[in-house]
Structure formats: structure tokens, C-alpha cells
């Protein structure tokens, strides 16, 4: 009997050696005392080295042949949703200074309050309507531009936007299409300037939106 529990001894022990050490053998009872306090409770098997979950690359996966940046297509619905609510909100503002300094003379009525709501709600809708006009040519003429040069970088926005602004200008004549193609070549200059200042100052570039 005592040969058979030196023997699996043994065994448990060269089993111990060979994975890892002979770690002591504890029973039940032993353990029912012992605290949980300052152990760790994940498993040792669990712990892994914190380099392999720094992510060099991007934490998504893109189909195959995929851009890692939005396209003019998906942009279009921001832009115009965007100009039609800052038109919106520019309008209002203009429509309450309008309507304030035009009817300073009255007193605090319902027919003032009226006048200023109705001023607010017409200039509100009308910049509106204006700007989302404008981002709408603009996107309807970027993506078009895309598809005709199958590229897209800065001369697709110079372009989209010195098109845009002489057909919003198209029904003041020729000098009203003159002045809004400059309008809109200064502006999509600018724009198209601002997006590349990092590449041309040589700086670190910084995060944009798009």
C-alpha cells in the first residue's frame, strides 16, 4: 500500500516536473481558510503581452478595392442636411434683427410678437432654401465631375464649385454668372486650400472631418 502511494507520488511528481514543477498538493479543507483577497481573478492562462492590443492600423475592415474615406456620394446627404439647417439657423437670426429694429417703434404686443415670428419663419426658410440650393448644385456637380474624370481630388471641388455658382447665378445675366463662378472658384480655393495647409507647410496633419 505505502509502494502504491510513493508510486502515483512519483508519477505526480515527475508530471509536475515535466509541466511546470512540483507544485504542493493541498486538500479541501486546506483551502477553505485560505482569503481571496489581492488574487487576481483571471487566469494566469489568460494573461496576455499588452503589445499585441496596441492597434498600429485601422479597427475596421474595408471590402476590397473600398477608399478608407467617404466618397462624394455619401458626403451629399451631410452637406445639403447641413446647409439647409445653417441656412435655417443664420435666416432666423437675420429675420430677428430685421424685424427688431423694424418695429422698435411699437410696443411689446401680440401684433409686434407676430410680425417678428412671421419675419423669423419667412428669412429662416428662405436662407434655407438657398443654402441647401447651393449644396445640392455642389454635390450633384462633385459627383458627377468624380464619375467623368474617375478621380477625385482637389480639381473636382474647384470645379464643382465654379459651376455652382454661375448656374446659382445664371439669371442675373452674364455678369451675374461671372461674379458667381469667382464666388465660387474663390471659395472652393479656399476650401480646397485649408484641406492641403498640412501637406503644404511640411506640419503633422490634423484630424478633419472628412
Not at 131 to 156: P, Q, T
Request: proline letters at 4%.
Amino acid at each position: 500500500m505505502d509502494n502504491n502511494s510513493q508510486g502515483s507520488g512519483g508519477i505526480k511528481g515527475g508530471l509536475g516536473s515535466l509541466f511546470g514543477g512540483g507544485a504542493p498538493e493541498y486538500s479541501n479543507t486546506e483551502l477553505a481558510g485560505v482569503p481571496l483577497t489581492g488574487m487576481s481573478p483571471l487566469s494566469p492562462y489568460l494573461n496576455v503581452d499588452p503589445r499585441y492590443l496596441v492597434q498600429d492600423t485601422d479597427e475596421f475592415i474595408l471590402p476590397t478595392g473600398a477608399n478608407k474615406t467617404r466618397g462624394r456620394f455619401e458626403l451629399a446627404f451631410f452637406t445639403i442636411g447641413g446647409s439647409c439647417m445653417t441656412g435655417a439657423a443664420l435666416g432666423a437670426l437675420n429675420g430677428l434683427r430685421v424685424s427688431l429694429k423694424e418695429t422698435r417703434d411699437m410696443g411689446w404686443s401680440k401684433p409686434r410678437n407676430v410680425q417678428i415670428l412671421n419675419m423669423v419663419t419667412r428669412q429662416g426658410a428662405s436662407w434655407a432654401n438657398s443654402l441647401g440650393s447651393v449644396a445640392l448644385l455642389y454635390s450633384v456637380f462633385g459627383v458627377a465631375i468624380e464619375k467623368a474624370r474617375g478621380a477625385e481630388d482637389d480639381i473636382n471641388t474647384v470645379a464643382a464649385g465654379t459651376l455652382t455658382g454661375m448656374l446659382f447665378k445664371s439669371a442675373s445675366g452674364l455678369k451675374g454668372i461671372a461674379r458667381g463662378g469667382l464666388a465660387g472658384l474663390a471659395l472652393s480655393g479656399a476650401y480646397a486650400l485649408y484641406n492641403n495647409w498640412d501637406h503644404l507647410t511640411g506640419s503633422s496633419p490634423s484630424s478633419r472631418l472628412y
